[in-house]
């Protein structure tokens, strides 16, 4: 029974990991897909791919999320827990993916796990959410949103001479550039939640002890469906990111990549800690905006998406915890 337990919380794992590929890859791409820089299928075929390189550059990320969040008992109470937040953290991707809203699929994930958690009466680490989650879920945004209004500060000085016409087509180019930097450092952070999901699962059945290291498989499965995902597409998003906040120009495009890819890196390389990669991307198209003139970011749709990121680790954990108290009288 557990054994088929762990396996069908791995399976839900990897279509969990799947659906963050889809809903998220309008991170990466969105800004070059709506300045031109790239051809949608081309850009997709990129973002897979440093997608896939990502998830093999750490398991800080991982760590946090498998160890740092909750403690689930082990055996089919401690699987039933996990399952139960991965489908809570699947429903809220869909629900949002319909509305074309850059939801957190990290945070989703997180409320699954709390929600989850508290209605089986497990332990959740509220020091680790805090520490881990709640703090950097509110200092990504407004690092991202300054980040990229300096750089694009920066760029409109540097560049306040030259001819408009070469700038773009430069700029165009260096987007291939910072749209990979901010895929790759979505595999990194994303892929790895998913890791330390699986690793959480396989430690509560009692394949692995909780010391041990993340298996080989589990990474490489990790960074498969989340870049299987990603070539998918997230059109829906897409257009949000790309043209409703803000019309894009190249520049521009190319400093909310970079500000965002940094906030990525530092976050799970420098601190472990699973931080949104649309949260920071969205911030930081927010700030290049605003370095323009204030009007120039709608800012109607920006409140949308922040009452999204609000309502995402609390609507998640609810849907986990409907979902545990109905799996809990089927399973247990």
């Given at each position: 029974m557990?054994?088929?337990?762990?396996?069908?919380v791995?399976?839900?794992a990897?279509?969990?990991?799947?659906?963050?590929?889809?809903?998220?890859?309008?991170?990466?791409?969105a800004?070059?897909?709506?300045t031109?820089?790239?051809?949608p299928?081309?850009a997709?075929f990129m973002a897979?791919?440093?997608?896939?390189i990502?998830?093999?550059?750490?398991?800080?990320?991982a760590q946090?999320?498998?160890?740092?969040?909750?403690?689930?008992?082990?055996?089919t109470?401690?699987?039933?827990?996990?399952?139960?937040a991965?489908?809570?953290?699947?429903a809220?991707?869909?629900?949002?993916w319909y509305?074309?809203?850059?939801?957190?699929?990290?945070h989703?994930?997180?409320?699954?796990?709390?929600g989850?958690a508290l209605?089986?009466a497990s332990?959740?680490?509220?020091n680790g959410?805090?520490?881990?989650?709640?703090i950097p879920?509110?200092?990504?945004?407004?690092?991202?949103?300054?980040?990229a209004?300096?750089i694009?500060i920066?760029?409109?000085?540097?560049?306040?001479?030259?001819?408009?016409?070469?700038t773009?087509r430069?700029?165009r180019?260096?987007?291939?550039?910072s749209?990979?930097?901010?895929?790759?450092g979505?595999?990194?952070q994303?892929?790895?939640?998913?890791?330390?999901v699986?690793?959480?699962?396989?430690?509560?059945?009692?394949f692995?002890?909780?010391?041990?290291?993340?298996p080989?498989?589990?990474?490489?499965?990790?960074a498969?469906?989340?870049?299987?995902?990603?070539?998918?597409?997230?059109w829906?998003?897409?257009?949000?990111?790309?043209?409703?906040?803000?019309?894009?120009?190249p520049?521009q495009g190319f400093a909310?990549e970079s500000a965002?890819a940094?906030?990525l890196?530092?976050?799970?390389?420098?601190?472990?800690a699973?931080?949104?990669?649309?949260?920071t991307?969205t911030s930081?198209?927010?700030?290049?905006?605003?370095?323009?003139?204030l009007?120039?970011?709608r800012?109607?749709?920006?409140?949308n998406?922040?009452?999204a990121?609000?309502l995402?680790?609390p609507a998640?954990?609810?849907?986990?915890?409907?979902?545990?108290?109905?799996?809990?009288?089927i399973?247990?």
């Amino acid at each position: 029974m557990e054994l088929a337990l762990v396996i069908g919380v791995v399976v839900i794992a990897l279509a969990f990991d799947y659906t963050n590929g889809f809903h998220d890859a309008a991170n990466a791409i969105a800004t070059s897909v709506s300045t031109r820089a790239l051809t949608p299928r081309a850009a997709l075929f990129m973002a897979a791919a440093m997608n896939f390189i990502g998830a093999h550059l750490g398991t800080q990320v991982a760590q946090t999320v498998g160890k740092g969040i909750i403690e689930a008992p082990d055996g089919t109470h401690g699987l039933v827990v996990v399952g139960s937040a991965l489908i809570g953290a699947i429903a809220w991707n869909l629900i949002t993916w319909y509305f074309g809203l850059p939801s957190s699929s990290s945070h989703a994930l997180i409320g699954g796990l709390v929600g989850a958690a508290l209605a089986s009466a497990s332990v959740v680490h509220w020091n680790g959410v805090l520490d881990k989650v709640v703090i950097p879920m509110v200092l990504s945004p407004l690092i991202g949103f300054t980040l990229a209004a300096a750089i694009m500060i920066a760029i409109y000085w540097i560049f306040r001479n030259a001819q408009p016409g070469k700038t773009t087509r430069g700029f165009r180019y260096a987007q291939t550039v910072s749209a990979a930097a901010m895929a790759l450092g979505h595999g990194l952070q994303d892929a790895q939640k998913t890791m330390g999901v699986i690793f959480l699962a396989l430690t509560v059945g009692g394949f692995v002890a909780p010391t041990d290291e993340i298996p080989q498989w589990v990474i490489l499965a990790s960074a498969g469906a989340i870049s299987l995902g990603t070539y998918a597409g997230g059109w829906r998003i897409m257009r949000t990111l790309g043209r409703r906040i803000i019309a894009l120009v190249p520049p521009q495009g190319f400093a909310a990549e970079s500000a965002a890819a940094t906030v990525l890196y530092v976050a799970a390389i420098g601190f472990g800690a699973p931080i949104s990669t649309t949260h920071t991307i969205t911030s930081a198209i927010m700030g290049v905006g605003a370095t323009k003139r204030l009007s120039a970011v709608r800012w109607g749709v920006a409140g949308n998406i922040v009452t999204a990121w609000i309502l995402t680790i609390p609507a998640a954990a609810l849907v986990a915890a409907l979902v545990y108290f109905g799996i809990h009288l089927i399973v247990e």
